[in-house]
């Protein structure tokens, strides 16, 4: 499933997916397949994407189900 | 050397690593019985074997370090009779090969059977016992008795 808070978070924050990159220390295609729900980043990636997006784990990678958004 | 990949480069590098050196284990292995049906002379695989039971003697070592068994089975009696069967079956048909056509052959093969199956099964048990033993342990050191 595509990430699309990250996409969305990286927009607002003016960066491009070779910036966002470089400030996490990861490279370009690593960005690219986040965004595109194709690599699973460790806790420890997530936490490094978040803060250099000010965002928090929940606003970047917490998947609402269908369920619980009806419910909730 | 400082590492220049990030986690996702050197997760796909495992991953291609993984494959490849399975592949070549496997490989090595199934050249055992191919080169004692072209040349029918046991030392000619010596150094296939040596390096096979290397390989074999480290994996074991690691998965005991770690209390690990394996991705699709438990250490059960199912498991061990399995594992004392195929060795034997494996085995008995490796040591087959040089003796075919020889007076001494069927028993040879039977005797070879008789020997693995009791030894790989009591291998497989003491194994599994050790794993079991081992995981515990592990579990134990970061168990919170909160």
């Known amino acids: 499933m595509k990430n699309m808070q990250l996409k969305v978070a990286r927009i607002q924050n003016d960066l491009s997916q070779e910036q966002l990159a470089q400030r996490v220390g990861v490279t370009r295609q690593t960005i690219g397949l986040i965004e595109a729900g194709k690599f699973n980043p460790s806790i420890h990636l997530c936490i490094s994407i978040c803060k250099a997006l000010n965002r928090t784990l929940n606003d970047i990678f917490w998947e609402e189900k269908d369920d619980e958004t009806n419910h909730g | ?81 399995l594992s004392g069967v195929l060795t034997a079956v494996i085995g008995t048909s490796v040591v087959a090969i040089p003796l075919w056509g020889k007076d001494s052959f069927l028993v040879s093969i039977l005797l070879s059977f008789v020997v693995l199956f009791p030894v790989a099964f009591a291998l497989s048990y003491a194994l599994g016992v050790i794993i079991k033993k081992r995981e515990k342990i592990l579990a134990d050191e970061t168990d919170d008795p909160r």
């Open chain 2, 1 to 81: 050397m400082k590492r220049i990949t990030d986690e996702r480069q050197e997760y796909e590098i495992y991953r291609i690593e993984h494959v490849a050196l399975w592949t070549v284990f496997w490989l090595l292995v199934a050249s055992i019985p191919v080169q004692l049906l072209l040349f029918r002379e046991p030392v000619m695989i010596l150094g296939e074997c040596i390096c096979v039971l290397i390989v074999s003697v480290f994996i074991l070592i690691s998965f005991v370090k770690r209390g690990l068994w394996g991705n699709y089975t438990t250490p059960t009696w199912k498991t061990h009779l």
